[in-house]
């Protein structure tokens, strides 16, 4: 079991990188591409999985932060599988915290996820998440997952991100979850799960600079600029790159705030 861990500015193919029975863990500042494709254990790019109780606390315990997911993808089936399935291969996971009754709060902020074959930001059977400040993009390019989901999720939170679909796939998802908030997102080219929108969010076009190249920065002309809530749920005060977040009251959506 790890305890006070940080895993900061690695650059991952093969597996990826995993938690499993860890806590007060923060990876932060990594990119991880290309992994995933013939592991049989339905691994994705970062994976928290089953964190473990070090002491009681409800405050952050893991942090996922600043960054980037992208091409993880599984194409050899779950071994776990009763009909030979694909599974995973997520930007992001976090999974089955419920089962270890982890009481911890974790944080998956200022990442940039895109061209998973999973979903961006995939919440499974967990509690006390919050997703805030991603940029999701193209997303679930093998499996149906969507940009940013909750299944069998409580107490979660998805605030101030950016989930840019692919075309037909989905935005956000939700089911047989409780407690589970979205808002002050953009959402742009897929579906939103009737009533996860949020009163705050918007469907538009974040008009990334160049998206086809990596690069997720938002014009002067984007809606994505300072239509996030500006009291931040986190305390964290700078985006991907470092900059201040919080200029005249406003915050932008996504992992960049721009100056």
């Known amino acids: 079991m790890w305890r006070y861990a940080i895993v900061r500015y690695m650059t991952c193919q093969e597996g990826g990188i995993g938690l499993e029975r860890a806590d007060y863990v923060t990876i932060e500042g990594n990119t991880v591409y290309n992994t995933c494709w013939f592991g049989m254990y339905g691994n994705s790019g970062i994976s928290v999985f089953m964190p473990t109780n070090y002491d009681s606390s409800t405050g952050y315990r893991i942090r996922v932060t600043k960054s980037k997911c992208y091409n993880n993808?599984?194409?050899?089936?779950?071994?776990?599988?009763?009909?030979?399935?694909?599974?995973?291969?997520?930007?992001?996971?976090?999974?089955?915290?419920?089962?270890?009754?982890?009481?911890?709060?974790?944080?998956?902020?200022?990442?940039?996820?895109?061209?998973?074959?999973?979903?961006?930001?995939?919440?499974y059977k967990s509690a006390h998440v919050d997703v805030v400040n991603n940029t999701l993009y193209f997303n679930?390019?093998?499996?149906?997952?969507?940009?940013?989901?909750?299944?069998?999720?409580?107490?979660?939170?998805?605030?101030?991100?950016?989930?840019?679909?692919?075309?037909?796939?989905?935005?956000?998802?939700?089911?047989?979850?409780?407690?589970?908030?979205?808002d002050y997102n953009v959402y742009y080219n897929g579906t939103v799960k009737t009533s996860t929108g949020g009163a705050n969010s918007i469907t538009a076009n974040p008009s990334f600079v160049n998206a086809a190249a990596g690069d997720f920065t938002l014009p002067l002309s984007s809606p994505a600029i300072n239509a996030g809530m500006a009291t931040s749920i986190s305390g964290t005060t700078t985006d991907f790159i470092g900059n201040i977040r919080l200029k005249n009251g406003k915050v932008d959506c996504g992992a960049y705030e721009i100056n």
């Open 73 to 123: 993808y599984t194409q050899v089936p779950y071994i776990g599988s009763p009909t030979s399935e694909l599974s995973d291969g997520n930007g992001i996971i976090v999974d089955l915290t419920t089962s270890t009754d982890y009481t911890g709060r974790i944080l998956v902020e200022n990442n940039i996820c895109y061209l998973n074959g999973g979903g961006g930001v995939h919440l």
């Open 140 to 182: 679930e390019q093998v499996l149906g997952y969507a940009n940013m989901d909750a299944r069998t999720v409580t107490d979660a939170k998805f605030i101030n991100n950016i989930a840019y679909a692919k075309p037909g796939g989905k935005a956000n998802d939700l089911n047989t979850s409780t407690d589970v908030t979205f």
